[in-house]
């Protein structure tokens, strides 16, 4: 698969947790030499200038591994969302489908294993009854109210961690320890350039320092073999 995941979005309620999410999955727990540690497909930033948008979509979701779905009462209702979700189950698996509720409500029923449609406003109706049962998802509805959505804000991170941990198909602590080595080998790192960088500087001041003193040296000499 070229791509990791496939985000689904409304532009209109999620325009800005959508990118934010996409830089955390692909900067956690990355290492130092890697550009991205997942590639997610988000369409502002994957789609080609091309006229031919939908089917550029379909490209994005067939190379796809996973779905992610940012759950809205605005997303459920969006065509394109829908459009999305839509091929998405008549070429690939629902269980690879993954949910982000972003706003509203989704509530999940025991009996009938099934959402309840009174409490659940933020899935398409497309999504009743394919579930055999409660799907994966996870609650970014308080991160998305926070100025800082980034992964140095404890809480976007958290579960930023459960989403990553189940595209890397590890466990949460597992993936949250590798993400902890390579933030200590990445300071590390910057230590070890930094000192370099000081002594360089250090080691260029010298050498010019001593430059200096010997031109100095040749000026005296040369003044003095005129004198003689």
């Known amino acids: 698969m070229l791509y990791n995941a496939f985000i689904s979005y ?3 309620a999620d325009g800005k947790l959508a990118p ?6 692909e900067k956690f727990a990355k290492p130092w030499y890697k550009i991205r540690d997942l590639n997610i497909f988000r369409d502002e930033a994957s789609l080609s200038a091309s006229p031919h948008l939908w089917s550029n979509i379909q490209k994005g979701l067939e190379e796809s591994e996973y779905l992610i779905y940012l759950a809205s009462p ?3 209702s969006s065509h394109w969302v829908t459009k999305e979700i839509e091929y998405w189950l008549a070429h690939k698996s629902i269980d690879k489908l ?5 706003e509203g409500e989704i509530a999940w029923d025991n009996k009938t294993n099934n959402f309840l449609n009174a409490e659940t406003n933020s899935l398409p109706g497309i999504l009743d009854k394919k579930f055999s049962e409660e ?3 996870i609650d970014l509805r308080t991160a998305r109210t926070h100025k800082d959505l980034s992964l140095s804000n404890p809480i976007f991170k958290k579960e930023v961690l459960k989403l990553a941990a189940h595209l890397h198909n590890k466990e949460p602590k597992d993936l949250a320890g590798e ?4 933030h200590r080998k990445m300071i590390w790192i910057r230590n070890v350039a930094i000192t370099i960088l000081v002594f360089l500087f250090i080691a260029a001041i010298g050498a010019a320092w001593l430059a200096f ?5 040749a000026i005296k000499e040369r003044n003095i073999a005129q004198a003689n």
């Open 74 to 76: 605005v997303s459920a």
């Open 135 to 137: 799907p994966f998802y």
């Open 213 to 217: 003193q010997n031109a100095r040296e």
């Open 10 to 12: 409304s532009h209109a």
């Open 98 to 102: 993954l949910i982000v509720l972003t």
């Open 20 to 25: 934010a999410l996409q830089s955390g999955l």
């Open 179 to 182: 993400e902890v080595a390579a």
